[in-house]
């Protein structure tokens, strides 16, 4: 009989790996009865669900003028957090990569860009607004430094994963390293780099709208009063203009990458 080469089985079953998923499963039945998690509870959830979506139909539209606004604020916030944070995480990704830095370099960056991906905006933007005062500007920090520690870490590591033999025939030449990094380095990852930017931008569109529920600007101010007034029907309004401000984001991100690539 012929045998069956063990690479026929990728995901073999082991004592290690039975005990891992049998701990799993007994945290999770834990965690579930700890935070009175159950199925029960979810489906009479079910009724003020309906209640609630009933009382924010149909949309209220009359204060278009008002939605208009905040949405255009949290464009603006979106695309200069991400202009911003992009900016900052190019030369960042370059100094955390392991393959053209040295470490006493490179672990101190990667101590700032984990630093900056610790928190999220919505907590960074509680601070800001504590810092700074209410705003705009406070939403823009915030989105700043989450865009640095997700896209410097993407940065860094498409370098890493660059082959070394153009480097390294660029600096047999005698060239710069801003040389190095122009004529060896971004040629490999430029395609990279621009679709990392362009979901940054997607991302931050979205976070936009959530750091202005603790004041930090946009539409998420207006849509944490409107439910604190009840209003539920301009509720669903804000709700559907996000979504279609979301949705016109992607296509104009989807847009730009096809034209760059």
Not at 11 to 27: C, Q, T, V
Not at 55 to 74: A, G, N, Y
Not at 111 to 129: D, K, Q, Y
Not at 162 to 168: A, F, H, R, W
Request: charged letters at 10%; aromatic letters at 12%.
């Amino acid at each position: 009989m012929k045998s069956i080469p063990s690479t026929a089985y990728p995901f073999r079953a082991s004592w290690p790996a039975r005990i891992g998923w049998a701990a799993l499963l007994l945290y999770t039945l834990y965690a579930m009865a700890s935070l009175d998690f159950n199925l029960g509870r979810f489906i009479s959830g079910f009724g003020n669900g309906a209640l609630f979506l009933g009382r924010m139909w149909p949309p209220e539209f009359t204060r278009w003028q008002l939605l208009v606004e905040d949405l255009v604020e949290s464009l603006q916030i979106a695309v200069l957090a991400s202009a911003i944070g992009v900016t900052l995480s190019l030369p960042l990704g370059m100094l955390a990569a392991r393959n053209l830095m040295p470490a006493w370099v490179t672990w101190p960056v990667r101590g700032l860009i984990v630093l900056c991906r610790s928190f999220h905006p919505v907590i960074t933007a509680i601070l800001f607004v504590k810092a700074i005062g209410f705003g705009a500007a406070a939403g823009i920090a915030a989105l700043v430094l989450f865009s640095i520690g997700f896209i410097a870490k993407l940065f860094a590591e498409a370098i890493e994963e660059i082959s070394l033999k153009p480097v390294e025939a660029i600096r047999a030449t005698g060239a710069s390293f801003p040389n190095v990094v122009i004529f060896a380095v971004m040629p490999q990852v430029f395609g990279r780099f621009l679709n990392f930017s362009t979901y940054q931008i997607e991302v931050n569109l979205r976070n936009s709208t959530m750091v202005g529920i603790v004041g930090a600007g946009g539409i998420g101010g207006t849509l944490f009063a409107a439910f604190q007034r009840f209003d539920y029907d301009f509720v669903a309004a804000i709700l559907l203009s996000i979504i279609a401000l979301i949705m016109v984001g992607e296509a104009l991100t989807d847009r730009v990458r096809t034209l760059f690539q």
